[in-house]
């Protein structure tokens, strides 16, 4: 099944905003809207923003998403020590007739 | 509150079967959709097969790398999502995750609940 292109690392100091991209194209990103998953080390996913910019309940307001064309990307601002966790974009692939996952960015606070 | 609860990992053979078990509370179980998503040791997360609110009366979705070999099924009056898992492979190892979707279709939809995962090693 075919992956989202994303970025292995990503890092910032506390406060600091960082920004995550995700690259797909016609047939996922292109057509679906894009969610993005937060996994905390050794916990299961979490979803954090759903249909491109959209927060569950519960998720503060210093994580945002967006999409524009065939990528998407999830801006973290106001960087705590809390965010570091593995974070994943995930959509439907009209071709795949399934979902397809990005490939995973690291987060890091120093 | 929703939980969702996997059961039914272990240590198995190559070629071996293992069937998986996902009890769902907390809300109405056979109006989602219910995927199975995996993610093997120090990897990513890898979509595996999807199956719509009703179950019966729509096509299950499978990933090309379990097509043929995992079956995936529920039974609305157990609150109960299976994953029939057989030609087991040493890439199958894994922890498997239960996913409740935001809708009923089983497709297109985020995933709004994920269980805590069962693990699933296959070895000789």
């Known amino acids: 099944q075919s992956v989202l292109p994303q970025p292995p690392s990503a890092s910032g100091t506390p406060g600091q905003r960082v920004t995550i991209s995700c690259s797909g194209s016609s047939p996922n990103i292109g057509t679906n809207p894009v969610n993005w998953y937060q996994q905390l080390p050794g916990t299961a996913p979490k979803l954090l923003i759903y249909?491109?910019?959209q927060r569950p309940s519960g998720v503060p307001d210093r994580f945002s998403g967006s999409k524009s064309g065939t990528s998407a990307s999830l801006a973290i601002s106001g960087l705590q020590s809390d965010d570091e966790a593995d974070y994943y974009c995930?959509?439907?692939?009209?071709?795949?007739?399934?979902?397809?996952f990005g490939t995973g960015t690291k987060v890091t606070v120093l | 509150e929703v939980q969702l609860l996997e059961s039914g990992g272990g240590l198995v053979q190559p070629g071996g079967s293992l069937r998986l078990s996902c009890g769902g509370s907390g809300f109405t179980f056979s109006s989602y959709g219910m995927t199975w998503v995996r993610q093997a040791p120090g990897k990513g997360l890898e979509w595996l097969s999807g199956?719509?609110?009703?179950?019966?009366?729509?096509?299950?979705r499978y990933a090309d790398s379990v097509k043929g070999r995992f079956a995936v099924s529920r039974d609305n009056s157990k609150n109960t999502l299976y994953l029939q898992m057989d030609s087991l492979r040493v890439e199958d190892t894994a922890i498997y995750y239960c996913?409740?979707?935001?809708?009923?279709?089983?497709?297109?939809?985020?995933?709004?609940?994920w269980g805590q995962g069962t693990t699933v090693t296959v070895s000789s």
């Open positions: 995930s959509t439907w692939d009209d071709s795949l007739n399934g979902y397809v």
């Open positions: 249909s491109n910019f």
């Open positions: 996913v409740k979707d935001w809708g009923g279709s089983g497709s297109h939809d985020a995933f709004d609940f």
């Open positions: 199956i719509s609110g009703r179950g019966s009366g729509s096509t299950p």
